[in-house]
């Protein structure tokens, strides 16, 4: 305990030390009344939903190869999902042709792999993500050095998923750096066009874009040019992913001092290489969040392409599940997509997780 004077009035306060708040068991298990009410009550339906579950799942399931007959014991049939593992992973792309889809997906993996050390971060990674991209495309369609040609409506499953995620997210990032130093510009034509592009993409629903895509822009074409529904599709994503990481980009740049820039400037550097070099590399850390967050958000959106006829992984699955000769395995094939949703966006948390932090403790040194 201390005491100070008053110079003004001569009257001694005293000043007592904090007081530690009490603590008890339930307080540092739960936390206050309300989070151990809600942790009981979501306890005690784990418990009456738990047996219940692993009956279903586990004790009465069908896990090997067999005759469809025998996945009506009232378990879950996940022999299903070995016998059209294929089917929901590939599509309807050609039975001997599928090792094409499977090295796709392998390149992507081994892509993100490398993306992942920020060492490595530069235009030769951009660069070398342009060819990937390319050699993708072209192994999937085929048609040379003796690979037969497989037309974008017999792609189907995983590799589209990943394909629509990556090419999205890819064309869209640069889109949104452009919008987001456009609406920020001093210049006012610039200002209010990507503030109204922004505004238009963000308040319509990715549905009715994808329906625009799909249908009405087949009619703003020449009538020579023709673009098929894939490269619609992709086109619907990229616009969409753009409107939205513009606004992350926006609020990272907010976050950069304008000293950056004004000290730049007196330096003579370029506008464009302030830009690149200096203020977009800080503000990116600062919205590392909000970047994964868009990010995953994007790839579940790769499952609203099927209201459009793109077999993506769900419609795969779906249509998998709808074969008269299995009992309608809709809930296990729905749990497997699923978990593949999960794992895919489970990654990138984590991803980003490790990334704050290397962040983080690069500025505490």
Same mark, same amino acid.
């Given at each position: 305990m201390t005491s100070t004077t008053s110079a003004a009035s001569g009257t001694i306060a005293i000043m007592r030390p904090p007081v530690a708040p009490r603590t008890s068991a339930l307080s540092v298990l739960f936390g206050d009344f309300a989070s151990a009410a809600i942790t009981?009550?979501?306890g005690g339906l784990l418990l009456l939903a738990g047996p219940k579950i692993a009956q279903w799942a586990i004790v009465d399931a069908v896990f090997t190869r067999a005759d469809p007959r025998a996945c009506q014991t009232g378990g879950?049939? $996940?022999?299903?999902?070995?016998d059209k593992l294929r089917f929901i992973l590939f599509g309807v792309y050609p039975p001997d042709q599928q090792w094409r889809p499977l090295v796709v997906i392998g390149l992507i993996l081994a892509g993100v792999l490398v993306t992942v050390s920020p060492a490595l971060w530069g235009r030769r990674l951009v660069f070398g993500w342009g060819l990937l991209i390319v050699a993708m495309l072209a192994l999937m369609w085929g048609g040379f050095l003796g690979l037969a040609f497989v037309p974008t409506n017999s792609w189907g499953g995983l590799p589209v998923t990943l394909l629509l995620a990556v090419v999205s997210l890819g064309l869209g990032f640069p889109l949104a750096v452009l919008l987001a130093l456009g609406r920020r510009s001093d210049k006012p034509v610039m200002r209010m066009l990507s503030i109204f592009a922004i505004e238009i993409v963000?308040?319509?629903p990715l549905v009715g874009l994808l329906f625009v895509a799909a249908i009405l822009l087949p009619l703003l074409l020449p009538s020579? $040019?023709?673009?098929?529904?894939?490269?619609?599709t992709v086109a619907a994503l990229t616009v969409f992913s753009a409107a939205y990481l513009a606004e992350v980009v926006r609020g990272g740049l907010q976050g950069v001092p304008m000293g950056q820039e004004e000290a730049a400037r007196a330096l003579g550097i370029p506008y464009w290489k302030t830009i690149w070099h200096i203020v977009l590399p800080q503000a990116i850390q600062k919205v590392i969040p909000p970047l994964t967050n868009t990010?995953?958000?994007m790839v579940k959106n790769t499952s609203l392409v099927m209201i459009v006829g793109v077999f993506d992984m769900l419609n795969a699955g779906r249509s998998a599940a709808s074969d008269p000769a299995w009992p309608a395995p809709y809930a296990e094939t729905y749990l497997f997509v699923a978990a593949m949703y999960f794992l895919i966006c489970y990654g990138i948390?984590?991803?980003s997780l490790w990334l704050e932090r290397r962040v983080h403790e690069r500025d505490d040194r």
């Amino acid at each position: 305990m201390t005491s100070t004077t008053s110079a003004a009035s001569g009257t001694i306060a005293i000043m007592r030390p904090p007081v530690a708040p009490r603590t008890s068991a339930l307080s540092v298990l739960f936390g206050d009344f309300a989070s151990a009410a809600i942790t009981v009550v979501t306890g005690g339906l784990l418990l009456l939903a738990g047996p219940k579950i692993a009956q279903w799942a586990i004790v009465d399931a069908v896990f090997t190869r067999a005759d469809p007959r025998a996945c009506q014991t009232g378990g879950a049939c $996940w022999a299903f999902i070995a016998d059209k593992l294929r089917f929901i992973l590939f599509g309807v792309y050609p039975p001997d042709q599928q090792w094409r889809p499977l090295v796709v997906i392998g390149l992507i993996l081994a892509g993100v792999l490398v993306t992942v050390s920020p060492a490595l971060w530069g235009r030769r990674l951009v660069f070398g993500w342009g060819l990937l991209i390319v050699a993708m495309l072209a192994l999937m369609w085929g048609g040379f050095l003796g690979l037969a040609f497989v037309p974008t409506n017999s792609w189907g499953g995983l590799p589209v998923t990943l394909l629509l995620a990556v090419v999205s997210l890819g064309l869209g990032f640069p889109l949104a750096v452009l919008l987001a130093l456009g609406r920020r510009s001093d210049k006012p034509v610039m200002r209010m066009l990507s503030i109204f592009a922004i505004e238009i993409v963000r308040g319509l629903p990715l549905v009715g874009l994808l329906f625009v895509a799909a249908i009405l822009l087949p009619l703003l074409l020449p009538s020579d $040019w023709t673009i098929d529904k894939l490269g619609r599709t992709v086109a619907a994503l990229t616009v969409f992913s753009a409107a939205y990481l513009a606004e992350v980009v926006r609020g990272g740049l907010q976050g950069v001092p304008m000293g950056q820039e004004e000290a730049a400037r007196a330096l003579g550097i370029p506008y464009w290489k302030t830009i690149w070099h200096i203020v977009l590399p800080q503000a990116i850390q600062k919205v590392i969040p909000p970047l994964t967050n868009t990010a995953i958000v994007m790839v579940k959106n790769t499952s609203l392409v099927m209201i459009v006829g793109v077999f993506d992984m769900l419609n795969a699955g779906r249509s998998a599940a709808s074969d008269p000769a299995w009992p309608a395995p809709y809930a296990e094939t729905y749990l497997f997509v699923a978990a593949m949703y999960f794992l895919i966006c489970y990654g990138i948390s984590r991803y980003s997780l490790w990334l704050e932090r290397r962040v983080h403790e690069r500025d505490d040194r």
